[in-house]
């Protein structure tokens, strides 16, 4: 787990993180979390509709029906038409929504490059509408860049104090391309991501350390209490 200026971060595998400060908990796309959340979420945010990111079975497992506000697509929030929350607030890139003193911006996430000369990776097309987050919680400003290489709207992104980026290639940016996207979004602090579970391994995020200059990388271990 990393502490920021009093603002938790714990990191629960593949693309997951709990954000907790000041009472609120905040939740990232949850996925093949191990048990119940201790911790309820006051904020859940869903970047995307795979199997990997919208998991209705993890998403109950942190939201309480009476305090959960979800924040997602239209086609995630489609989906999850049968679980009670609180209330869902639909998004598409650039949209900024306000819960609970919290500001989520939500910023475009895609494809851009390819898998070999002649093939687009076909995974997250930019037309599809599919997000990352700027999440900004009692001062501090997290970038957590869903499933998406490093695209050019990074550059419009101010003040990040901390980057959540993937690392492994083959679906998202690899190693080698999310040192670009450090050097677009000029973050504090980088967190490597998107790895362990379905594609690459702790040697992406130890390539993606060994490389980046501009800012602090911290690798996290999965937690098991949340």
């Known amino acids: 787990m990393l502490e920021y200026k009093g603002v938790r971060i714990a990191w629960l595998g593949h693309d997951t993180f709990k954000i907790s400060s000041g009472g609120v908990i905040i939740y ?7 048990k119940e959340a201790r911790d309820k979420a006051d904020l859940l945010l869903i970047s995307h509709e795979h199997f990997d990111h919208l998991s209705i079975e993890d998403a109950r497992k942190v939201i309480a029906a009476d305090k959960t506000t979800v924040v997602t697509t239209k086609s995630c929030a489609d ?8 209330e869902v607030k639909v ?7 306000d819960v609970q003193g919290v500001s989520i911006e ?11 000369p002649d ?12 997000v990352g987050f700027v999440i900004t919680v009692d001062g501090v400003r997290i970038y957590h860049a869903g499933d998406s290489d490093a695209v050019e709207e990074l550059r419009n992104l101010s003040n990040i104090d901390v980057a959540l980026l993937p690392v492994s290639g083959t679906y998202v940016m690899t190693a080698d391309e999310a040192v670009q996207a450090v050097g677009m979004v000029k973050p504090k602090i980088a967190i ?23 800012c602090d990388v ?6 098991d209490d949340y």
Do not use: C
Request: no cysteine.
């Open 28 to 34: 990232i796309d949850p996925y093949k979390l191990r």
């Open 79 to 86: 989906s999850m038409g049968g679980v009670k929350v609180k």
């Open 91 to 97: 998004v598409k890139p650039w949209d900024r929504v």
């Open 106 to 116: 939500a910023v475009p996430a895609y494809n851009i490059n390819k898998i070999n």
């Open 119 to 130: 093939t687009k990776k076909p995974f997250h097309p930019k037309d599809a509408g599919m």
């Open 192 to 214: 490597p991501m998107h790895y362990g579970t379905i594609v690459g391994s702790q040697k992406d995020a130890e390539r993606f350390k060994s490389m980046v200059k501009e």
């Open 218 to 223: 911290h690798i996290l271990k999965p937690v």
